[in-house]
């Protein structure tokens, strides 16, 4: 039990992504975490559940009541820690951003057999426990960003990562690409073929069907983008009832914001690039499109397969994937200035699935895809990192 007058002894775990294709050993590896921890409050910090990869429109209730209980121990633990009067505080992540709906906590409630009094509260931003700012961190990586951290988003506005989740990997069954962000277009191919064989020209198609369309949908004058727009508003009308409820200043929280980059999914062009439309370009004019010259001019054609060779070249060298690492370093960043503009002692973020530390910031990394399974998370009074 904690000491009166101590700060509370928090544990949290990050990125757990309990879904369908998560193996049991990791519910059963969070159901021995939260045993041998009574007394302290647990917080999930985001990707708690892979709901990215049910199909559209499947009513969140029934996906966590599944999901939550596909075995007997993590439930029974959830269960036991909530009834000794610890608290669960599930923070959204980009995964799981429909546990903004009401009726998730009371698909979880109704799933541990337990009331609504019961100390379990779902949090859509962040999270203080005195000078520990607790956040899930997608908020500052552009390919995963919502529009709104307070309004969960609809078919049509979510983000870039999570659109090709539900439009590439649900149909196509990919799954090998599920957290494949830094795949180059030729890395892609090359593993697809190697991964699915005789499946790989579908996977391919449903990509590219999928990107395609992302790429369009990104023009502001697209109908997503109105809906967009209605999602900001919404944020912006919640923002002042979320300070209240944190305790926080209303200027401070709109500065919180600021500090995040725009998300890829709101411009054509952010887009356009992030797909490597174009490296595909330059591979398409180069050797199709010289080929079509080549029987008007040949010096032509030569000069468009060289030049569309050279932007490739250049390209690639520059920057070979445009999303390897940069995560990280935009948190570590962003946990700074958080810092900054909350007076927070300790920053926690997870998302980016990789363990970090720097003055005043961890990471927690992923507690399902950590270096061993069920090793990653932490454990804190206040600002203090103890021993796990």
Avoid: C
């Avoid at 948190?331 to 958080?338: E, K, S």
């Amino acid at each position: 039990m904690t000491r009166a007058g101590s700060p509370p002894l928090l544990l949290v775990a990050s990125d757990v992504h309990l879904g369908p294709h998560t193996p049991k050993r990791v519910d059963e590896a969070l159901a021995r975490l939260v045993a041998r921890h009574p007394g302290h409050e647990l917080v999930l910090n985001g990707d708690i559940f892979d709901l990215s990869l049910a199909p559209r429109g499947e009513p969140v209730a029934g996906l966590i009541h599944d999901l939550i209980t596909r075995t007997d121990e993590l439930p029974q633990a959830l269960r036991a820690h909530l009834s000794a009067g610890n608290q669960v505080s599930l923070v959204v992540g980009n995964h799981d951003a429909e546990l903004l709906s009401p009726a998730s906590r009371e698909a979880l409630l109704s799933a541990l057999s337990l009331t609504r009094d019961a100390p379990l509260e779902v949090h859509p931003w962040f999270i203080q426990r005195g000078a520990v700012h607790i956040e899930h961190g997608h908020l500052y990586d552009p390919d995963n960003a919502p529009t709104h951290p307070l309004v969960s988003w609809q078919p049509g506005t979510e983000p870039l990562g999570i659109a090709l989740t539900r439009r590439f990997l649900v149909p196509s069954g990919a799954t090998y690409f599920a957290h494949a962000h830094q795949t180059t277009p030729l890395k892609g191919l090359l593993d697809a073929l190697r991964q699915y064989r005789g499946r790989a020209p579908r996977v391919i198609y449903q990509y590219f069907h999928a990107a395609i369309n992302l790429t369009l949908e990104a023009r502001s004058s697209a109908p997503g983008a109105r809906q967009m727009r209605r999602e900001r508003d919404l944020g912006a009308e919640r923002l002042l009832a979320f300070a209240e409820r944190a305790g926080l200043d209303h200027a401070l929280i709109e500065e919180l914001l600021l500090q995040a980059p725009a998300p890829t999914h709101h411009d054509f062009t952010r887009t356009f690039m992030r797909l490597y439309f174009d490296r595909v370009l330059s591979v398409v004019l180069g050797g199709l499109g010289a080929a079509l010259l080549l029987p008007l001019s040949r010096s032509a054609a030569l000069g468009l397969a060289g030049v569309a060779t050279a932007y490739l070249a250049q390209s690639v060298l520059r920057q070979g994937s445009r999303y390897h690492d940069g995560p990280r370093a935009r948190l570590r960043a962003a946990a700074a200035d958080v810092q900054r503009a909350t007076n927070a002692e300790l920053v926690v973020f997870g998302h980016t699935h990789h363990e970090d530390a720097a003055p005043g910031y961890l990471n927690s990394g992923s507690f399902a895809f950590g270096p061993r399974l069920g090793a990653s998370y932490l454990r804190l009074r206040g600002d203090q990192r103890l021993a796990t």
